[in-house]
Antibody, heavy 120, light 106 residues
Framework: QVQLQESGPGLVKPSETLSLTCAVS?????????WGWIRQPPGKGLEWIGS???????YYNPSLKSRVIISVDTSKNQFSLNLSSVTAADTAVYYC?????????????WGQGTLVTVSS | SYELTQPPSVSVSPGQTASITCSGD??????VCWYQQKPGQSPVLVIY???KRPSGIPERFSGSNSGNTATLTISGTQAMDEADYYC?????????FGGGTKLTVL
């Protein structure tokens, strides 16, 4: 059973950078999948942030692209999210997930999610 | 940018059939998947590639995609199916989620 676990600070100050890491177990991050970040503001719907392939190839949500960097560390079997210049609107539960390729692009395994609050 | 539209809420009586729609321009040309999310939990994939069920998902969940509308159908709806449901597609190298539908079983 593939497992994903998000980690990182639960509180970030406005204008600073939100940084999260997703550790992957029972699946090699170098296998033929993308690895994605999705967030969900309290009481609202899902928003895709971006996805990365083990080669480093990335896709980003155009509305967040200017502030997002997703990177992968194959030696540690993990990938990371950096979101810069955060505001209160970035307060959300952040999920990492495994994403299939080859025309389908759905997320088949999800982490439990981590709440990040942006506040001074 | 591409948009997927879902009704905010759908109600169904136990044992009846629930249908949740997801609309988007030429949606039939894209693969659609569906997630179920219960309060405080991560989303769970219930349908992928329009019609396929992952292992472990009950047969009462089915999907279709025709024209500009994809539909998630839950036959013989049970109380445990009460949740938020999200459709998702891929367009122009971006993942697009629908706004979500709250399914109430009453």
């Amino acid at each position: 059973q593939v497992q994903l676990q998000e980690s990182g600070p639960g509180l970030v100050k406005p204008s600073e950078t939100l940084s999260l890491t997703c550790a992957v177990s029972d699946s090699s991050i170098s296998s033929d999948y993308y690895w994605g970040w999705i967030r969900q503001p309290p009481g609202k719907g899902l928003e895709w942030i971006g996805s990365i392939y083990h080669s480093g190839s990335t896709y980003y949500n155009p509305s967040l692209k200017s502030r997002v960097i997703i990177s992968v560390d194959t030696s540690k079997n993990q990938f990371s999210l950096n979101l810069s210049s955060v505001t209160a609107a970035d307060t959300a539960v952040y999920y990492c997930a495994r994403q299939t390729v080859a025309g389908t692009y759905y997320f088949d395994y999800w982490g439990q999610g981590t709440l990040v609050t942006v506040s001074s | 940018s591409y948009e997927l539209t879902q009704p905010p809420s759908v109600s169904v009586s136990p044992g009846q059939t629930a249908s949740i729609t997801c609309s988007g321009d030429t949606l039939r040309d894209k693969y659609v998947c569906w997630y179920q999310q219960k309060p405080g939990q991560s989303p769970v994939l219930v349908i992928y590639r329009d019609i396929k069920r992952p292992s472990g998902i009950p047969e009462r969940f089915s999907g279709s995609n025709s024209g500009n509308t994809a539909t998630l159908t839950i036959s013989g709806t049970q109380a445990m199916d009460e949740a938020d449901y999200y459709c998702q597609a891929w367009d122009s190298s971006t993942v697009v989620f629908g706004g979500g539908t709250k399914l109430t079983v009453l």
